[in-house]
């Protein structure tokens, strides 16, 4: 960005350029692609050999990975004199003494250094894993190995979670471009409005329910609900467990759960399940 900066400034003056990609990505610790460093990185490199046709730039890079038709720019970049050097992917980063950087190709199988009075690092694209857990508590939704904020389905429901009326767009779902962050987020408010734009919203069929007479208020069913749809209530019987039928799903873990009982699913009620399997003893072996 510094560099993006100083070359839209026309303060950018530097003749022998290094770019070294992958820095902190794509390591032990940070296994995934940010996605936006090479195609920026082929950018900037672009400009400068544009502005400055004399001007060495090289790129030192694991593999370039310019997604989709941003493959152009690495054309272009070939096109316009921009020197690429592939150094493995289980080698350490680049050396840079002060004058020069220094780093294994990979193609001619020796070490190559390369001269340069300016270096660019790339830096890989980290969640802020301490911010998202608070958040994730909060909301009831799930996060990723790597620190991201996992979708309900990645095909079926790319911008919801499984907790109803939260949706997710941006680099809070993956690193991405963005043209990318902006579609992901003109959907995500399209589905907000599905529901905002609604006089009333209309809840599941089966839902579960509280029996208030049997409920202890022990909170054992707020706590194993996944979408947020209970809690616990001051009422003038003691604490009491309540039920938002605009979250509930229905899948019937409080129910399962619930060690007094209390909790009763719509349409599955203990007296309803009781008479299916009484009428079931009741009919004749092998039928009529």
């Not at 609900?225 to 009422?235: L, P, R, S, V």
Request: aromatic share 8%.
């Amino acid at each position: 960005i510094e560099v993006e900066n100083e070359i839209a400034d026309g303060k950018f003056n530097a003749k022998n350029v290094a770019f070294i990609q992958c820095v902190g990505s794509r390591n032990d610790k940070v296994s995934y692609c940010s996605r936006v460093c090479c195609t920026n990185s082929l950018r900037n490199a672009i400009s400068i050999k544009l502005a400055d046709p004399t001007a060495n730039v090289t790129i030192f890079h694991k593999d370039i990975r310019s997604y989709g038709f941003r493959e152009e720019m690495y054309r272009k970049a070939c096109e316009v004199g921009v020197t690429f050097l592939r150094y493995d992917e289980a080698a350490p980063l680049p050396a840079y003494d002060g004058n020069a950087v220094t780093a294994f190709d990979a193609t001619l199988g020796a070490d190559v250094s390369v001269p340069v009075d300016c270096v660019v690092l790339a830096n890989g694209i980290a969640p802020a894993r301490e911010e998202k857990e608070v958040i994730a508590k909060m909301l009831k939704i799930p996060i990723s190995k790597d620190g991201f904020y996992f979708e309900a389905h990645q095909k079926l429901r790319p911008v919801d979670f499984a907790t109803e009326g939260v949706y997710v767009a941006g680099l809070a779902h993956w690193p991405k471009h963005m043209d990318e962050c902006i579609a992901q987020g003109s959907g995500a408010a399209s589905r907000a409005l599905t529901v905002i734009s609604k006089e009333f919203l209309t809840s599941e069929g089966i839902v579960a329910s509280v029996n208030e007479t049997y409920c202890d208020g022990c909170g054992v069913c707020e706590g194993c609900c996944d979408y947020k749809a209970i809690t616990i209530i001051e009422t003038d019987g003691g604490l009491k467990s309540n039920v938002n039928a605009g979250l509930c799903k229905g899948c019937g873990c409080c129910v399962a759960s619930c060690p007094s009982g209390a909790m009763e699913q719509k349409g599955f009620k203990n007296s309803q399940i009781i008479a299916e399997v009484d009428a079931c003893l009741d009919f004749p072996v092998g039928g009529e």
